[in-house]
């Protein structure tokens, strides 16, 4: 609180967000304060301070030399390349065994929303605004054709001025926050669509008036004609900003009478009792009545955290409610990679090497000015040659092929360079550019993510334990912040999959083989139980379908991310359980498996033992089918083999000595056949 501004007797608003009950215009202004804290907050971090001229820095367009030369945008798109480079989201895994045939389900679904929804897009350019400061993935359920269309689950990929948080905590967690507000530049056609109420104060940018609305917004303003509408003309004729605050309200409803949030009837909708209310239900274990006051927990308004969606041109909120989301989180997950404890958005990394590239670009310049002025020096020549000095002038020594001139004396001491012996190009000027240019890449940790796409290329081969001893801090560094990343994108999706996507869409997603009888419970076009363990089968559940599916997802554990193959305890790990696995250590199976990050091995054990007995059949079916059309047709059958073949005591057997190899035998005898060998 300002005491400064308060005594002064200017305006001041209170950092709490107003009641629903007030009036939009006090809304809209509470909004208003909270956006141009946030832009001030951002626009005074180390990070996010210079963006727009390292924007300029990446793409080239600062350079006024001779030579225009940009070898570090190539380092740019190495680093972002080697870091996207994924093959799915994250798993998931289970200990609860009612729940443990739905995480390969689950895990299907992760992999189709990887390459249904174009995550590595959104991953990709939120890891290039996390190059400059932070980036951040807003993961969310959406329909297409402006809000009319098909549903599915998208990912946004924002950047450092377009989040803006409010009260961050100390451990600098953006989903921490009180409140978040997620500036979106949106078609003016499609927030038309969206909000039909307010088409006639809906405004295009171009007519906003900056003065009165936020000084500040026109650096964002700034930060998008670069980042998003590079070279479009009039781009703010046509698109205006929404702006979608997430406010962790902790009102409890004290009204005396049940509140309706929410749609009646949708996946958001859900009715608050009042404090004190008298909340029945029935005894799961004993199916009698019960009764209870209700709590506070019980009469939070916004368990699903409040949304107040704003716009700069309309005079109140064009929307005010609950969220969408179960979760109740805020929902966007940050992506750093230059991350301090003392700066809450890191520092850039492109400003870490904006002096060596500008320094690096001016010396190829000066490289090359210097080597065409020494193909083309000014020269001087001997005024009593006898040749006239219109004559001399015109010729030029770099295409005066066949050009004959009469001089007196020796022509070589007629015409000479007047260049200083200085202006040269040497070894030290290359060696300068060869180390600007290794500042640059260790400044960007290139060395380090050349060995995380080393290590990539190499998890079966016997370099991998060099490779992974060859990753470095940063590279370490980065892999954990993936991680974490990663991991909250997952944990939101674990709520995202059940409340919006219906079973009949599952079947188109993973197949009808897919989708077990388990996973329709008591309804068949829901993923949530039905009841919790405990209730009885014959009556209803008394817990909500939130609440049931709720405790369904909490279950569900993320156990890896593809960052998670850099933790070397964990590969080590592995690798120990791999070892047990070719020896033959008796150690349980679904240990191993669980170990090595098979999930759902149980599932796909059932799946087996049922495949391998249909196999069974089949070859039982074969040979009776054989023996009776062999005796029908008078033959007998042949003997057994005098000595036993490989596999069943013949042959050598493996050592183990070497890591597993395809070869080739039997050349010499004509019987050849491809092997699996692991013997030196």
Same mark, same amino acid.
Request: hydrophobic fraction near 35%.
């Given at each position: 609180?300002?005491?400064?501004?308060?005594?002064?007797?200017?305006?001041?608003?209170?950092?709490?967000?107003?009641?629903?009950?007030?009036?939009?215009?006090?809304?809209? +202004?509470?909004?208003?304060?909270?956006?141009?804290?946030?832009?001030?907050?951002?626009?005074?971090? #180390?990070?996010?301070?210079?963006?727009?001229?390292?924007?300029?820095?990446?793409?080239?367009?600062?350079?006024?030399?001779?030579?225009?030369?940009?070898?570090?945008?190539?380092?740019?798109?190495?680093?972002?390349?080697?870091?996207?480079?994924?093959?799915?989201?994250?798993?998931?895994?289970?200990?609860?065994?009612?729940?443990?045939?739905?995480?390969?389900?689950?895990?299907? =679904?992760?992999?189709?929303?990887?390459?249904?929804?174009?995550?590595?897009?959104?991953?990709?350019?939120?890891?290039?605004?996390?190059?400059?400061?932070?980036?951040?993935?807003?993961?969310?359920?959406?329909?297409?054709?402006? +809000?009319?269309?098909?549903?599915?689950?998208?990912?946004?990929?924002?950047?450092?001025?377009?989040?803006?948080?409010?009260?961050? %905590?100390?451990?600098?967690?953006?989903?921490?926050?009180?409140?978040?507000?997620? =500036?979106?530049?949106? #078609?003016?056609?499609?927030?038309?669509?969206?909000?039909?109420?307010?088409?006639?104060?809906?405004?295009?940018?171009?007519?906003?008036?900056?003065?009165?609305?936020?000084?500040?917004?026109?650096?964002?303003?700034?930060?998008?004609?670069?980042?998003?509408?590079?070279?479009?003309?009039?781009?703010?004729?046509?698109?205006?900003?929404?702006?979608?605050?997430? @406010?962790?309200?902790?009102?409890?409803?004290?009204?005396?009478?049940?509140?309706?949030?929410?749609?009646?009837?949708?996946?958001?909708?859900?009715?608050?009792?009042?404090?004190?209310?008298?909340?029945?239900?029935?005894?799961?274990?004993?199916?009698?009545?019960?009764?209870?006051?209700?709590?506070?927990?019980?009469?939070?308004?916004?368990?699903?955290? &409040?949304?107040?969606?704003?716009?700069?041109?309309?005079?109140?909120?064009?929307?005010?409610?609950?969220?969408?989301?179960?979760?109740?989180?805020?929902?966007?997950?940050?992506?750093?990679?230059?991350?301090?404890?003392?700066?809450?958005?890191?520092?850039?990394?492109?400003?870490?090497?904006?002096?060596?590239?500008?320094?690096?670009?001016?010396?190829?310049?000066?490289?090359?000015?210097?080597?065409?002025? &020494?193909?083309?020096? #000014?020269?001087?020549?001997?005024?009593?040659?006898?040749?006239?000095?219109?004559?001399?002038?015109?010729?030029?020594?770099?295409?005066?092929?066949?050009?004959?001139?009469?001089?007196?004396?020796?022509?070589?001491?007629?015409?000479?360079?007047?260049?200083?012996?200085?202006?040269?190009?040497?070894?030290?000027?290359?060696?300068?550019?060869?180390?600007?240019?290794?500042?640059?890449?260790?400044?960007?940790?290139?060395?380090?993510?050349?060995?995380?796409?080393?290590?990539?290329?190499?998890?079966?081969?016997?370099?991998?334990?060099?490779?992974?001893?060859?990753?470095?801090?940063? +590279?370490?560094? =980065?892999?954990?912040?993936?991680?974490?990343?990663?991991?909250?994108?997952?944990?939101?999706?674990?709520?995202?999959?059940?409340?919006?996507?219906?079973?009949?869409?599952?079947?188109?997603?993973?197949?009808?083989?897919?989708?077990?009888?388990?996973?329709?419970?008591?309804?068949?076009?829901?993923?949530?139980?039905?009841?919790?363990?405990?209730?009885?089968?014959?009556?209803?559940?008394?817990?909500?379908?939130?609440?049931?599916?709720?405790?369904?997802?909490?279950?569900?554990?993320?156990?890896?991310?593809?960052?998670?193959?850099?933790? @070397?305890?964990?590969?080590?790990? &592995?690798?120990?359980?791999?070892?047990?696995?070719?020896?033959?250590?008796?150690?349980?199976?679904?240990?191993?498996?669980?170990?090595?990050?098979?999930?759902?091995?149980?599932?796909?054990?059932?799946?087996?033992?049922?495949?391998?007995?249909?196999?069974?059949?089949?070859?039982?079916?074969?040979?009776?089918?054989?023996?009776?059309?062999?005796?029908?047709?008078?033959?007998?059958?042949?003997?057994?083999?005098?000595? %036993?073949?490989?596999?069943?005591?013949?042959?050598?057997?493996?050592?183990?000595?070497?890591?597993?190899?395809?070869?080739?035998?039997?050349?010499?005898?004509?019987?050849?056949?491809?092997?699996?060998?692991?013997?030196?």
């Amino acid at each position: 609180m300002n005491i400064n501004t308060l005594d002064r007797g200017e305006k001041y608003s209170e950092w709490q967000a107003p009641s629903y009950e007030a009036a939009g215009a006090y809304k809209r +202004g509470w909004l208003d304060d909270l956006v141009a804290n946030g832009d001030r907050f951002i626009q005074s971090q #180390p990070g996010t301070r210079n963006i727009n001229d390292d924007i300029k820095l990446v793409i080239g367009l600062d350079q006024d030399n001779s030579l225009k030369s940009n070898s570090f945008q190539s380092d740019f798109r190495t680093f972002v390349e080697t870091v996207t480079d994924l093959r799915q989201i994250a798993t998931l895994g289970a200990s609860a065994e009612q729940i443990k045939k739905n995480v390969a389900l689950y895990n299907d =679904i992760l992999k189709y929303i990887f390459w249904d929804s174009g995550f590595l897009f959104a991953y990709r350019y939120a890891l290039q605004y996390a190059l400059m400061g932070r980036g951040y993935i807003w993961t969310k359920f959406s329909r297409d054709h402006y +809000g009319w269309g098909k549903g599915r689950m998208t990912f946004d990929a924002l950047g450092p001025l377009e989040v803006l948080p409010e009260q961050l %905590p100390a451990n600098n967690d953006v989903q921490g926050s009180y409140a978040v507000t997620i =500036i979106r530049a949106m #078609p003016i056609a499609e927030a038309h669509a969206r909000f039909p109420q307010f088409q006639d104060q809906l405004q295009p940018i171009a007519r906003y008036e900056w003065s009165k609305y936020n000084t500040r917004g026109g650096i964002r303003l700034d930060f998008w004609d670069r980042a998003r509408f590079q070279g479009e003309q009039d781009w703010d004729r046509r698109y205006c900003e929404m702006r979608y605050s997430f @406010i962790r309200d902790l009102r409890v409803n004290d009204t005396g009478r049940t509140i309706q949030m929410g749609v009646p009837g949708s996946t958001w909708g859900y009715e608050v009792p009042s404090m004190g209310d008298l909340l029945v239900s029935t005894n799961p274990y004993n199916g009698l009545p019960e009764s209870r006051a209700a709590t506070e927990e019980d009469c939070l308004v916004y368990p699903q955290l &409040r949304l107040m969606i704003s716009n700069p041109t309309v005079k109140e909120p064009l929307y005010d409610n609950t969220a969408f989301d179960w979760d109740g989180e805020i929902p966007v997950a940050q992506l750093d990679v230059n991350d301090f404890v003392w700066s809450p958005l890191g520092y850039s990394v492109v400003r870490n090497v904006a002096g060596l590239v500008k320094a690096q670009r001016a010396g190829t310049s000066r490289i090359d000015e210097v080597l065409a002025i &020494r193909k083309d020096p #000014p020269t001087g020549y001997d005024l009593s040659t006898g040749v006239s000095r219109t004559q001399m002038e015109k010729i030029d020594l770099l295409t005066a092929q066949g050009v004959r001139v009469g001089l007196k004396g020796d022509p070589k001491k007629a015409v000479v360079s007047i260049l200083p012996d200085s202006i040269t190009v040497d070894s030290e000027d290359w060696k300068g550019q060869e180390y600007m240019e290794g500042q640059i890449k260790a400044s960007l940790g290139l060395t380090d993510i050349a060995s995380m796409r080393d290590l990539k290329m190499n998890l079966s081969d016997q370099s991998f334990e060099k490779a992974i001893t060859n990753l470095g801090p940063i +590279g370490k560094g =980065i892999a954990l912040n993936t991680w974490k990343c990663n991991g909250k994108i997952a944990q939101r999706l674990k709520y995202l999959i059940p409340q919006y996507i219906p079973v009949a869409e599952l079947v188109k997603m993973v197949g009808p083989e897919g989708v077990g009888l388990e996973t329709f419970d008591n309804d068949p076009n829901s993923l949530i139980p039905g009841r919790l363990p405990g209730e009885d089968e014959k009556s209803d559940s008394k817990f909500s379908k939130r609440q049931r599916a709720q405790w369904f997802v909490e279950q569900l554990n993320v156990v890896s991310t593809p960052a998670q193959l850099l933790n @070397i305890t964990h590969t080590q790990e &592995r690798m120990l359980y791999m070892f047990f696995l070719q020896k033959g250590v008796p150690i349980s199976m679904a240990t191993t498996m669980e170990k090595l990050g098979v999930e759902g091995y149980e599932v796909e054990y059932e799946k087996w033992k049922t495949e391998k007995l249909a196999q069974a059949e089949w070859e039982l079916e074969v040979k009776a089918t054989l023996a009776k059309k062999a005796k029908e047709l008078g033959f007998e059958e042949p003997p057994p083999p005098d000595k %036993p073949g490989q596999g069943h005591g013949g042959g050598r057997p493996g050592t183990s000595q070497k890591m597993p190899h395809a070869s080739v035998k039997g050349s010499k005898s004509g019987d050849v056949r491809a092997v699996n060998k692991q013997s030196k």
